[in-house]
Every structure is written in structure tokens, then in C-alpha cells.
């Protein structure tokens, strides 16, 4: 029975880990990029969850055709944010910048709330599980965290192999010297912002399979991405990846086995840990 | 020379007398408009606190709120437990100090961190405490902690009192922190941390005191409003409030001494007044005043008017 729930609450916790990641990597983008913490990350994953969840229940569309929507809806939304407000901070110090997007995700929480009303909602159950022996693997959970390993691979691939990825890699690093060996380094701000957000509103869209949906819902996602991000070092997809998986873990193991109302807890207390123990992540080197 | 430093006692003064005019409205006054007043004053100490370390350290804190819970449930928990046994305002008094026992604990380990870091550290500890609240039973877990027909509570003048004596303490003690050691040592942080330590000062002292200094008034703030609402709940911490202050600090003009009050009188009044004409848009609106605040008059009101005087050619500034 034990070995049961311990594989049960594996399945699980790498499942979520999995979607967790997603929202992470695109706050981890803008981070390296900009250095700026994107603090509405969480009001974005909720906007996501929302798009999935109409387009399914007015035009009974299935949630996988929601997903490219979310993206489109997600980059165009990141790019009129930065023509209009970051541009505008793009290069001053990291506190102004906070306050700002403290300022977006009030505005989205409040909008989302006036046209979408403060209830709970979720997304019916849409894909059959698979029980393998006594563990269920639920399609609900299976499908976001295949499309998130995708996404996260493609995402990947581009950084590794395309011209433009390494000019991002190369403003990661360093942009001044990026600039010097003749990177447009506004350009790929500009770009890195919007595809951030873009994987933010997409990571959204999966989200809406998992957890149920409600407006003012978006500040433990914040969080979550934030203890992601630090724990698998800025600017590292991969890492963002494990730690995904690790706060995943550790989020369903102690649900499983303490209470489920503890779990957010457990891993605000990591974000904090890993900020004191460990803050340049668990792959970065000590400056 | 003697002039100007009777100028420069300006703010104080004007504080001062601000705090006393609004008091005086506040006693002689119908028991609404007290009522409007005493929640004023609760966003004027809570701004003020605020300011005592985000304002002049420049770090930002995200949850300054928690030490106005803590403020909060320790008079609900002694309430529940002692009953009138003692005064009620030991209570309160008692639950700064825990407070500012709290924000101790907690500003040694995270205090360590800097800007960025710091803010999101705030925020976790802030959503860690909140979550670990709801979760506890002897803290009565969601529903809080009902202190009705314990102590003698809904006096409201006599906790208008109460409230005012810590706006007056406040005021006072950002003037002289304003102008001590403490205060000078933390804008030098402000300016720049390394060179600060390199010139000798103390950073972690500095910051851990005005830290701890900040959280003993939103303990206060927060103990005497538990004992208008005769109720705790995890609400306390909801990081609304946090905004409420932060807007209302930058919009006064931060690690000033009459840049909260302006910030906050503006700030509750227009909030106010939104509230009854927009009742549903009126967090659109506040961020959207924040991102313009922050984009076009960083340095807040008192520094568009000290842009003002100087423009003017006049040597007197406010602070």
C-alpha cells in the first residue's frame, strides 16, 4: 500500500514539476536577459489559465488548440508591454523595475476579476488516464508536461543553434560586450521580453489542466517560478527543468504525506533557503 | 543661519500640527467621520513604518504587512487567553515588541540579501507565514480569532487615541532617526552599499535596527486594529495592504520625513473617493498610477516640489 502512494505521489509531483518549469523558464529568460524580476509572472499564468478555459467552454474547443492561442495572446501582450512601460526602464536598477510590473500584475488581477467574476473554475477532465498496475497517470497532468518538455526542448534548440540564440546566450552573459561585437542588444531584449511572456501565458494554458482557476490565484505561481529560477541558477533552462521537478516533488510530497494546505509553505521556505544557502543556484559556480 | 535651521524644522512641524488638527477633527467629530480618520491614520503609521526602512535603506519590502498581523494576532492570542486580566494597551504594546522580535529572527538571515533578492524573500516569508497561519488550529486556521466580550473593545474613541499617541511617536521618531546616525548610515546604503561599508558604517546593524524599528509600529498599528474589529484573521496579511503602503510611500516621496503624510492623505482620500465612483476598478487604476509614478516622477510629490523651490532659486527644501 505505501509503495503505492510513494509511486503515486512521484507520478505526481514530476507531472506538475514538469508544468512548473514552463512559467519558470520564461521568468528565467527575462531575468538573465534584463534583469528584471518579472513579479506578474503568476497574473500571466492565470491569464493563460483563463484563455484555455473559455475557448473550451464557448466554442467546446479542445484545450491543445488552446495552447498556440495563449502563446500568440502571450506575445502580443509582452510586446506592447515593452514598447510601453519597459522600454522605458530597461537598463535602470532592478527596484524601479519591481515596482512597475507590481503595478501590471495589479491591473491584470483586478481586470481579470471585473470581466471573469472571483470564482473558482476548472477545466473538465479531458484526456483518460492510464493506470499502469496501481498508479494512475492522469491525462490531465500527462499532456502539459509533455508539451512543456517540448517546448522547453525546441526552446533549447534555438538558443544552442541559431544565430539569434546565441546573441541571446551572448546578452545573458554579458550585453555589453554583446554589444560591442555588434549584437542588438535592444533588439534582443525586445525579443527576450516577449517570448519570456509569451512562455509565461503558454505555461498558463497548461496550468488550466491542473489546478483550478481563480483571479486573485496568481501570486503562488509568482513564487514558485521565483524558487524555480534561483534553485535551478538564472538563465539556465535546463536547470530550470530539475528544479521544476524537484519542487514538484517536494509540493506533492508533502501533500501527500503532512497536509496539501502545507505545501505552498514548504516551498516558500525553499525559496528562502535556497536564497541564504545556495543563491547562485544548483548548477552555478560561486562568484 | 538660524533661519534656515528653523526652515528646515519645517516638516517636522508641519506634521506636527497636521497630526494634532486631525486628531482634534477626530474627537469632536460624529463616530463616521472618526472612523474615516482612524483608518487614515492606520495607513499614515503603516506608510510611516514603512518608510523608517524600506524609505531610507531603499530596500523594498514586500511584506512589511506580516509585522502588522503579528501586531495583530498577539492581541487577539493574549485577549483569547488573559481576557481583561491586564490593560488592554499592554497588550498591544506587547505585540510590537514581538513583532520587532520577529522582524529580528527574520532580518538576520534575509537581511543578507540585496535588492532583488530581498524584495522576493519578503514576499515568500510574507505568503510562508500566511499559509502557515491558516494551517495551525490553535490560530483558528482560516477563520481567526473572534476576541469579542473578552476585552472591552468598539471604544473607538479612547483606540483613536491609542492610534494617534503612535502616529505622534512615529513622526517623531523618523525626524530624529532622519537626522541621526542610524538615518545617515542608511541612505548612505541607499547610495551604495559596498562604499558604505568600506567607509566604516555598520551595514547589517543599520539595517536589522531600522528593520526591527519599522515592524515594532506596524505591530502597533496592527494590535489596535484588532481591537476596533475584536477580530484577528489571516486577511491581515494579505499583500493589498503592502501595496496601499508602498504606493502611498512613493507617492509622497520616499526616505523623507512629510513625504509618507502627503503620500498617505492623498492616497486614502483618492482611494477613497474611487472606491465609491469606480467600486470595481479601483485596483486598475492604483496600479496604473504606480507604474506612472515610477516611470515619471520617481522621486514622488515632495520631490516635484522641491524641484519647484529650486526653480524658484529658493534655498529651503522639504524632507
Known amino acids: 500500500m505505501w509503495l503505492e502512494l510513494f509511486a503515486q505521489t512521484v507520478v505526481t509531483g514530476v507531472l506538475v514539476g514538469l508544468v512548473m518549469a514552463l512559467a519558470s523558464i520564461g521568468m528565467t529568460l527575462i531575468f538573465g536577459i534584463m534583469r528584471i524580476f518579472n513579479i506578474a509572472s503568476g497574473d500571466l499564468v492565470i491569464l493563460g489559465c483563463y484563455i484555455v478555459f473559455w475557448l473550451n467552454t464557448i466554442y467546446s474547443l479542445d484545450p491543445i488548440l488552446g495552447f498556440p492561442v495563449a502563446l500568440v495572446i502571450g506575445v502580443v501582450l509582452g510586446a506592447g508591454l515593452y514598447y510601453f512601460v519597459i522600454r522605458r526602464i530597461a537598463r535602470k536598477v532592478g527596484l524601479r523595475s519591481l515596482l512597475v510590473l507590481f503595478g501590471v500584475s495589479s491591473v491584470l488581477q483586478n481586470s481579470m476579476l471585473v470581466a471573469w467574476e472571483p470564482l473558482t473554475r476548472t477545466v473538465p477532465v479531458f484526456y483518460s488516464n492510464f493506470d499502469v498496475g496501481q498508479i494512475v497517470i492522469p491525462g490531465n497532468k500527462l499532456l502539459p508536461s509533455i508539451v512543456s518538455v517540448i517546448t522547453t526542448v525546441l526552446l533549447l534548440v534555438v538558443l544552442k543553434y541559431t544565430y539569434f540564440g546565441r546573441s541571446i546566450r551572448a546578452t545573458v552573459s554579458n550585453w555589453r560586450a554583446a554589444s560591442l561585437v555588434g549584437v542588438d542588444v535592444d533588439k534582443i531584449y525586445f525579443a527576450g521580453f516577449t517570448i519570456g511572456i509569451g512562455l509565461t501565458v503558454l505555461s498558463g494554458a497548461l496550468v488550466a489542466l491542473v489546478y483550478p482557476i481563480e483571479p486573485y490565484g496568481g501570486l503562488p505561481y509568482t513564487l514558485y517560478a521565483f524558487t524555480i529560477v534561483i534553485l535551478g541558477t538564472v538563465g539556465d533552462p535546463i536547470g530550470c527543468l530539475v528544479a521544476g521537478l524537484l519542487i514538484g516533488l517536494a509540493t506533492s510530497f508533502t501533500g501527500s504525506y503532512w497536509t496539501q494546505g502545507m505545501s505552498p509553505a514548504v516551498s516558500y521556505l525553499i525559496l528562502v533557503l535556497t536564497f541564504l544557502l545556495r543563491p547562485e543556484g544548483l548548477f552555478g559556480k560561486r562568484r | ?319
Do not use: W
Open chain 2, 1 to 319: 543661519m538660524y533661519a534656515e535651521h528653523l526652515l528646515k524644522m519645517n516638516s517636522l512641524v508641519i506634521c506636527l500640527a497636521f497630526s494634532v488638527v486631525v486628531g482634534v477633527i477626530g474627537f469632536v467629530s460624529e463616530a463616521a467621520t472618526t472612523a474615516y480618520l482612524y483608518a487614515m491614520i492606520e495607513l499614515l503609521i503603516l506608510t510611516y513604518s514603512l518608510n523608517l526602512f524600506t524609505g531610507f535603506s531603499g530596500y523594498i519590502n514586500f511584506g512589511h504587512v506580516i509585522f502588522y498581523g503579528i501586531g495583530a494576532y498577539v492581541v487577539a492570542v493574549l485577549a483569547f487567553n488573559l481576557a481583561a486580566l491586564l490593560p488592554t494597551f499592554l497588550y498591544v504594546i506587547a505585540g510590537a515588541v514581538f513583532a520587532s522580535l520577529v522582524a529580528i529572527a527574520i532580518g538576520f538571515p534575509v537581511l543578507k540579501l540585496r535588492g532583488d533578492y530581498f524584495a522576493i524573500a519578503t514576499l515568500g516569508v510574507n505568503e510562508a507565514v500566511r499559509v502557515i497561519i491558516i494551517n495551525t488550529r490553535d490560530l483558528g486556521e482560516s477563520r481567526g480569532i473572534a476576541i469579542l466580550g473578552y476585552i472591552p473593545t468598539y471604544d473607538i474613541r479612547s483606540l483613536y487615541a491609542m492610534l494617534l499617541a503612535t502616529l505622534f511617536a512615529v513622526i517623531l521618531i523618523t525626524h530624529f532617526i532622519y537626522r541621526s546616525r542610524l538615518g545617515y548610515g542608511l541612505r548612505a546604503i541607499k547610495d551604495d552599499e559596498d562604499v558604505a561599508e568600506a567607509m566604516g558604517v555598520d551595514t547589517r546593524k543599520y539595517k536589522i535596527l531600522s528593520y526591527s524599528i519599522g515592524a515594532f509600529f506596524a505591530g502597533l498599528a496592527g494590535g489596535v486594529v484588532t481591537l476596533l474589529y475584536a477580530y484577528a484573521f489571516p486577511d491581515y496579511f494579505v499583500i493589498g495592504r503592502t501595496i496601499d503602503m508602498l504606493v502611498s510611500m512613493v507617492l509622497g516621496g520616499f526616505g523623507t520625513i512629510i513625504g509618507p503624510l502627503i503620500g498617505s492623505v492623498v492616497y486614502f482620500v483618492a482611494k477613497d473617493a474611487l472606491l465609491i465612483q469606480f467600486p470595481f476598478y479601483h485596483q486598475v487604476i492604483f496600479g496604473i498610477i504606480l507604474m506612472g509614478l515610477i516611470l515619471f516622477i520617481p522621486e514622488g510629490i515632495v520631490g516635484l516640489i522641491n524641484r519647484l523651490l529650486m526653480k524658484k532659486g529658493k534655498k529651503v527644501r522639504l524632507e
